[in-house]
């Protein structure tokens, strides 16, 4: 079965400081992949996805990931963090019922 | 567009209880899921639809019933709630599309339901 690690519980960081998730996946074969972000509160947002093609993804408000095939790795980055970045996020990959299975989440504090 | 909806927000129910959580889309889209979130355990899917009167179970069905009777309603029902279905629901919806498409979600902001 497919599966999502999170490598990170939580992360606290300060304003400015460079960021990098990090989420591997167990299946081999073609894969969908995605970036959410839930802000406190709120439903799940998409920051971002890969389905094929550039393996540097760029998504909303200045993150990024990249597809690394041979690492089964799709780390979340983003070169400054701001205190609005404050949030959990989930790496998840896509299912073969059309859902998404998702990692369990990295809670991402951002000191101002 | 409002996307997807649900209701209500919050609920608290005695064990035994049983309720419905609603969810709508306005995105014609075929296909809908109901996923829950526990603290720490980020989602798991309880149900999903691929289209009118079709649905099937997902990873943590037991407890729960779903209907699909129409593209745009897919209600997620408890019947004896119990403490361990405390939880937020998530309802979310895609497009039937290419297989590289059809997993980008849309979710809803979700229930918050409490079984004392």
């Known amino acids: 079965a497919q599966s999502v690690s999170q490598h990170n519980h939580h992360v606290i960081l300060s304003e400015a400081a460079s960021l990098e998730l990090g989420c591997n996946y167990s299946?081999?074969?073609?894969?969908?992949l995605f970036w959410y972000v839930q802000y406190p509160g709120q439903h799940l947002q998409l920051l971002l996805k890969?389905?094929?093609?550039?393996?540097l993804v760029k998504g909303i408000k200045g993150f990024e990931a990249e597809f690394i095939k041979s690492k089964f790795s799709f780390n979340l980055r983003k070169p400054s963090v701001q205190w609005s970045d404050t949030a959990e996020y989930f790496c998840?990959?896509?299912?073969?019922?059309?859902?998404?299975?998702f990692g369990k989440g990295t809670k991402l504090s951002v000191k101002p | 567009n409002a996307g997807v909806t649900q209701t209500p927000k919050f609920r608290i129910l005695k064990i035994g209880q049983s309720m419905t959580l609603q969810c709508t889309q306005d995105?014609?889209?075929?296909?809908m899921y109901w996923y829950r979130q526990d603290p720490g355990m980020g989602l798991k899917l309880i149900y999903y639809?691929?289209?009118?009167?079709?649905?099937d179970k997902g990873e943590v069905p037991n407890g729960y019933n779903v209907s699909r009777s129409t593209t745009e309603d897919f209600p997620l029902r408890l019947e004896l709630a119990a403490p361990s279905q405390t939880s937020v629901y998530f309802c979310?919806?895609?497009?039937?599309?290419?297989?590289?498409?059809?997993?980008?979600?849309?979710f809803g902001p979700g229930t918050r339901l409490t079984v004392l």
């Open positions: 979310a919806s895609s497009a039937r599309g290419q297989r590289a498409s059809y997993n980008e979600q849309f």
């Open positions: 299946y081999g074969g073609t894969v969908n």
């Open positions: 890969y389905f094929s093609g550039d393996p």
């Open positions: 998840a990959v896509g299912g073969s019922q059309g859902n998404l299975i």
């Open positions: 995105m014609n889209h075929n296909y």
């Open positions: 639809s691929v289209g009118a009167g079709i649905t």
